[in-house]
Each structure stands twice: as C-alpha cells, then as structure tokens.
C-alpha cells in the first residue's frame, strides 16, 4: 500500500500564496502519475492539477491554470503544489493522489490512492 500525507493549508487572504506538500511512503514504487484534487463545502471533488514521473506533462484545470504550479521532488517521495493569487472559490480540502500508471489523469477514478486532505480558506 501506499501512504500519502498533505501538509501546508491554512487560511489566507486574496491573493495571497500557500505551497502544498504530499509526502508519500510504503510502496511508493508503484506510484506514477501524481494529482491534486479539491472539494468545497456541497460541491464535488474537483481536478486541480497532475504531473508525470519526469514532470514533462503538467495539465492544470483551467480554473486555476497561471495561478498553481505542481511539480515532484522523486527522491523525496514529495509532491508540491505553489498557489498563487488565491481567491475565495479557492477555499476547499485539498487532496493528494497517486496513479500506478505513469499518464496524466484528470479523473479521480484513475487514482489508486488517496491523502486525508488539508484545509485551505481564503478570505476575501
């Protein structure tokens, strides 16, 4: 199994910044693609962003696309995720997720395993 851990929410005013970490432990050799996903209160789980193993390919939804940066420290076993210009719709749990396959998913069925999330507010 594979263990993942998000870290760095908090609360923020408007355009301000947060950087989010994932640290990922256990079978962490199967683990390819990684992705950021959120959830507001009475909504959806909501595609954020992912990254390939060699951190080539970098699809972002287009609701936060030139705001958030993803990127992958592989020997760390780490995912980031840099917000910047944050808004108030940003506000949501944000959850980490680890794909076995090395593709860039953008649904959460393709995700194999998932972190408890942290809580990001933004006030305006």
């Known amino acids: 199994q594979v263990q993942l851990v998000e870290s760095g929410g908090g609360l923020v005013q408007a355009g301000g910044s947060l950087r989010l970490s994932c640290a990922a432990s256990?079978?962490?050799?199967?683990?390819?693609?990684m992705g950021w996903f959120r959830q507001a209160p009475g909504k959806d789980r909501e595609f954020v962003a992912c990254?390939?193993?060699?951190?080539?390919?970098?699809p972002y939804a287009d609701s936060v696309k030139g705001r958030f940066t993803i990127s992958r420290d592989n020997a760390k076993n780490t995912v980031y995720l840099r917000m910047n210009n944050l808004e108030p719709e940003d506000t949501a749990v944000y959850y980490c997720?680890?794909?076995?396959?090395?593709?860039?998913?953008?649904?959460?069925?393709?995700?194999?395993?998932w972190g408890q999330g942290t809580q990001v507010t933004v006030s305006s």
């Open positions: 990254i390939n193993w060699s951190g080539a390919a970098t």
């Open positions: 997720a680890a794909s076995l396959w090395d593709s860039i998913p953008t649904t959460a069925s393709r995700y194999a395993y």
């Open positions: 256990g079978r962490t050799f199967s683990m390819n693609a």
